[in-house]
T-cell receptor, first 114, second 117 residues
């Protein structure tokens, strides 16, 4: 079955612009979470959604937002881009938010802010 | 204190040999899960193996096994019969359940593994 799909894979934006990244979870998975990966900070949790509701949020400014649709697909948005937002953004999906559920990741979206 | 500690900055292993990647964790939760992921240069995070805190046996998945020592709070990944394609970054991660159901992972800084022919 298809894995976690993220689009776009690569994008370049200008400082001050906004960007929307999309994530389609594995079929049947209802939990979607987002991570930012940078060389300096490593992998940091952004937020997670389950049944269209944000369940947890990491320590990021309000410029970072997300949402989940009824088909479990999720989008994250970053407004007023800064150079420091350049990163690999990874989406992960899980069947549910339970201990034994494996968490699978997509290929990521590489964002460069210039 | 760091929740996930991976202190080996880079590891080298000869093809067909076994290698152990270290991971120690810190949590006061009774219920938690430990994951290992492989990340090649393409960026994709590939799931390798999972160990639940209540699992009595060490997890195994093909050439991957997890040496889980709960009292020492360590969850080392063992890769047997290394292949050239195993060259990648490896991350240990933990999900804690004390705050309720969630899918939030805390990651270590990762270990670079290079397999020599």
């Amino acid at each position: 079955k298809a894995g976690v799909t993220q689009t776009p894979r690569y994008l370049i934006k200008t400082r001050g612009q906004q960007v929307t990244l999309s994530c389609s979870p594995i079929s049947g998975h209802r939990s979607v979470s987002w991570y930012q990966q940078t060389p300096g900070q490593g992998l940091q949790f952004l937020f997670e959604y389950f049944s269209e509701t944000q369940r947890n949020k990491g320590n990021f400014p309000g410029r970072f937002s997300g949402r989940q649709f009824s088909n479990s697909r999720s989008e994250m948005n970053v407004s007023t881009l800064e150079l420091g937002d350049s990163a690999l953004y990874l989406c992960a999906s899980s069947l549910a938010m339970a201990t034994g559920n494996t968490i699978y990741f997509g290929e990521g979206s590489w964002l460069t802010v210039v | 204190a760091q929740k996930i500690t991976q202190t080996q900055p880079g590891m080298f292993v000869q093809e067909k040999e076994a290698v152990t990647l270290d991971c120690t964790y810190d949590t006061s939760d009774q219920s938690y899960g430990l994951f290992w992921y492989k990340q090649p240069s393409s960026g994709e995070m590939i799931f390798l193996i999972y160990q639940g805190s209540y699992d009595e046996q060490n997890a195994t998945e093909g050439r991957y096994s997890l040496n889980f020592q709960k009292a020492r709070k360590s969850a080392n990944l063992v890769i047997s019969a290394s292949q050239l394609g195993d060259s990648a970054m490896y991350f240990c991660a933990m999900r804690e359940m004390s705050g309720g159901a969630n899918s939030k992972l805390t990651f270590g800084k990762g270990i670079t593994l290079s397999v020599r022919p």
